[in-house]
């Protein structure tokens, strides 16, 4: 990893040691991760993720400035947070996926609105665009936004809205006509008359507080809709196909961070680990670090070319995947009734499951690649 | 700049004219022996050891040489380096050939067929990391790991190739020479277990 990478991850991995004690209670209870906001972990995810014009308190390290606005910043980032725990890199505050959205199709107020929130203290953002039935697929997208005068009307449900409950605002995805040019995003706060949230229980990753959000009427400021200051085809499709290739990395190096996380308590628990359990975990160490680095290419990749998101989907679904097989490896390691011996391994069982369905599906990921290769794009 | 050299080689030319090539710039003369005592070596060296008949290799302008004695290829830093980036080249060979047989029998847009395309993809953008990475810290390890991923990727595609890939000449031979080569030259019998 280059230097400068190195540094900032060295930094994050100290800092995300704090969070590790707290994991098994974020599974418990949610609202955990707000009475931890004094840890330097939070508070440095609450105030970056925000592009260098609207951020004068940067992360210096080493001479060196991060403001984890970049896939490849961000990809490390979450990966060593993951690494000490998942569901709390989902809890996180700060500017998120709304945050990347907002930085690639906003305009200048809108930014300068939405940054200017953010760094008032820690706040939550959502990103509402999966919708029941329809999953995370643009054309079945079914949320309404009606003009009316300087307003727009927003009807619809969204699902599966990670820290939809605790955030003070994010984007809701809707669309004004039939046709694909019509798919947009605004601006939305929490509180807005007509927008209702209520938590979905889920089985792993149960601090990022699943919400279903219902949007019966609900008005907000004509100009809270991204990207008005552009043509209808630079934003709504254009603008979500370029965030969701920016964090598809992010994405995957959760996942790496996940499948440290059962090496690392695989190493730490030897003496427990069955006979045939001991055999070498370097294999595993090798392939970990392996599709590490592969996932930190597809950040830098998608950095130089937010528009080329195949290296991202190959990272995204074989990251997931390992991670997935790593947990599913250890707990076998340690032998019969492993999930109940060992309850932080079970529970990165639970969360890895969360991984393939994150930013597109693995079996979605695989089609999209495809398309790519065929493409000549990779 | 080995990376460019191999794979330009192995893609559009094949398996024997990359390993001659690999050949005239790593290996001024003799051959590389790996830990059993075989070679794989271009048809005009001269060696030592006893030619092995391999009828499917006639022509190719490539051999293997059995009963070399000792192992050479610790004398060669870097071997193991250049076969994996000849092999990756091969194998990205493959999958180019492997998506032209399947667009003319049109079975490319079947998603089956697609998702395990990806697969070979990812794994090949996984491995070409490695590879690109000199400062990983176990390359030796690593490597072996290389190789392994390689040959499971190349057997992917030849299971989407049906008996087209199975034919000589065909897709299937440079994916056989291509596990020959880890097999010679790997130092343990981790070579495929696709």
């Given at each position: 990893m280059a230097d400068r990478l190195g540094l900032l991850r060295d930094q994050v991995r100290d800092w995300a040691q704090d969070l590790r004690p707290y994991g098994d209670a974020l599974d418990r209870d949610p609202g955990v991760v707000e009475r931890l906001l004094h840890l330097p972990i939070m508070a440095w995810s609450a105030r970056l993720q925000i592009p260098a014009a609207y951020n004068p308190d940067p992360l210096v390290l080493g001479g060196e400035t991060f403001y984890l606005t970049g896939s490849a910043e961000r990809t490390v980032f979450c990966a060593e947070v993951a690494r000490a725990d998942l569901g709390m890199m989902l809890a996180l505050p700060g500017a998120s996926m709304a945050g990347t959205l907002v930085s690639v199709i906003g305009d200048e107020a809108q930014r300068a609105w939405f940054y200017g929130r953010l760094r008032e203290r820690p706040t939550w953002t959502f990103f509402g665009l999966t919708e029941p039935g329809g999953g995370s697929d643009a054309a079945a997208l079914r949320t309404r936004g009606v003009t009316r005068g300087d307003e727009v009307v927003l009807t619809g449900a969204k699902r599966y809205v990670s820290n939809a409950v605790r955030a003070a605002l994010g984007v809701v995805f809707f669309r004004s006509g039939d046709s694909p040019l019509s798919v947009g995003a605004a601006l939305v706060e929490a509180g807005t008359p007509g927008l209702r949230v209520a938590p979905i229980e889920t089985i792993g990753v149960r601090g990022a507080q699943l919400g279903a959000i219902t949007l019966d009427a609900a008005r907000i400021p004509?100009?809270?809709?991204?990207?008005?200051?552009?043509s209808p085809v630079r934003r709504g499709m254009w603008g979500w196909l370029r965030t969701f290739n920016l964090l598809r990395p992010t994405v995957a190096g959760m996942a790496v961070g996940v499948a440290w996380a059962a090496y690392d308590y695989a190493r730490e628990h030897r003496d427990a680990l069955s006979h045939a359990g001991r055999e070498s975990l370097e294999p595993t160490r090798r392939r970990i670090e392996a599709v590490h680095r592969m996932t930190v290419r597809a950040a830098e990749s998608v950095d130089r070319d937010p528009g080329n998101g195949a290296q991202a989907s190959a990272a995204k679904l074989t990251a997931a995947d390992l991670a997935a097989e790593v947990t599913r490896d250890v707990l076998g390691r340690l032998g019969p009734g492993a999930r109940v011996e060992h309850p932080r391994l079970e529970r990165l069982a639970r969360d890895a499951r969360a991984l393939d369905l994150m930013e597109g599906t693995g079996n979605v990921q695989r089609l999209s690649l495809a398309t790519a290769y065929l493409r000549s794009l990779v | 700049m080995t990376t460019a050299v191999q794979q330009d080689t192995a893609r559009p030319a094949g398996a024997a004219a990359a390993v001659r090539a690999l050949y005239a710039s790593r290996v001024p003369a003799g051959v590389v022996v790996g830990p059993g005592g075989h070679a794989v070596t271009p048809e005009d060296r001269r060696s030592a050891g006893r030619p092995v008949d391999l009828p499917w290799l006639a022509g190719s302008g490539i051999r293997v040489v059995a009963g070399l004695g000792p192992p050479t290829v610790d004398r060669h830093p870097g071997w193991l380096l250049d076969l994996a980036r000849l092999r990756l080249g091969l194998g990205r060979a493959l999958l180019e050939a492997t998506t032209g047989f399947l667009t003319g029998r049109g079975l490319i847009g079947h998603q089956l067929v697609r998702a395990a395309l990806a697969e070979v993809v990812a794994e090949h953008l996984t491995v070409a990391a490695a590879l690109d990475d000199a400062a990983a810290p176990d390359p030796a390890d690593a490597l072996i790991d290389a190789h392994e991923r390689i040959s499971v990727a190349d057997r992917a595609l030849l299971r989407l190739s049906g008996a087209a890939g199975y034919t000589v000449p065909g897709p299937g031979l440079d994916a056989h020479v291509s596990e020959l080569l880890a097999d010679v030259y790997l130092p343990d019998a981790r070579v495929c277990r696709g």
């Open positions: 004509a100009d809270r809709v991204l990207g008005r200051h552009r | -």
